[in-house]
């Protein structure tokens, strides 16, 4: 079973800042993985899916790379919106399961 | 626009059941896989059970294997889940949600704004 690694657990941002946000796997991944994001009270949001492609309605300041066990979220300029947690996603086929990251928090610093 | 809308949560005492429900709409129900995952109070986002269009193909997380059942209703647009011998720690927000399968993985892309269970005596 895939164990997915985020970090840091907490990002402490500006806003206008750039966020980069890690996920690691403990083994390679041969089919991407997916972001989403949760602001507070609300429910998980698709952002990214592929490791790369982003969902529909998601702003361009989000991007998704990586490959293999280690994938990156990037936010350019954070929003006051951007703040929340993240976490990242991938299944694996056998056994079927669906394993997401611990999450990583980007606060306002 | 797809709308997912859980139902069926509450307070129940260890050992006790319940059936969680999701209505589905603004989508075409029958040909989605239907997921639940959960949420305990201030924790990340856990994976409970996934069943396929037809009911055919149906998956538990380790942790709540022989105690839950995923179930679906296709005419009715909804997706089910049968939990019991509650646990304290089953305690969280559970949410439905749609899966897509694409070339490059399987993601939710749907969710909705999950129904509350609280285990306590």
């Known amino acids: 079973e895939t164990v997915l690694t985020q970090s840091p657990a907490t990002l402490s941002v500006s806003p206008g800042e750039s966020a980069t946000l890690s996920c690691r796997a403990s083994q390679s991944l041969r089919r991407g993985l997916a972001w989403y994001q949760q602001r507070p009270g609300q429910a998980p949001r698709l952002l990214i899916y592929g490791a790369s492609t982003r969902a529909t309605g998601v702003p361009a300041r989000f991007s998704g790379s990586g490959s293999g066990t280690l994938f990156t979220l990037t936010i350019d300029s954070l929003e006051s919106e951007d703040f929340a947690v993240y976490y990242c996603q991938h299944y694996d086929n056998w056994p079927p399961t669906w394993t997401f990251g611990q999450g990583t928090k980007v606060e306002i610093k | 626009e797809v709308d997912l809308v859980e139902s069926g949560g509450g307070l129940v005492k260890p050992g006790g059941s319940l059936t969680l429900s999701c209505a589905a709409s603004?989508?075409?129900?029958?040909?989605?896989?239907m997921t639940w995952v959960r949420q305990a109070p201030g924790k990340g986002l856990e994976w409970v059970s996934s069943i396929d269009s037809t009911s055919r193909f149906i998956y538990y997380s380790d942790s709540v294997q022989g105690r839950f059942s995923i179930s679906r209703d296709n005419a009715k647009n909804s997706l089910y889940l049968h939990v019991n011998s509650l646990r304290s720690d089953d305690t969280a927000r559970y949410y439905c949600?749609?899966?897509?399968?694409?070339?490059?993985?399987?993601?939710?892309?749907?969710w909705g704004q999950g129904t509350l269970v609280t285990v306590s005596s």
């Open positions: 603004g989508f075409t129900f029958s040909t989605y896989t």
């Open positions: 949600a749609r899966e897509y399968t694409g070339y490059n993985g399987d993601w939710f892309d749907s």
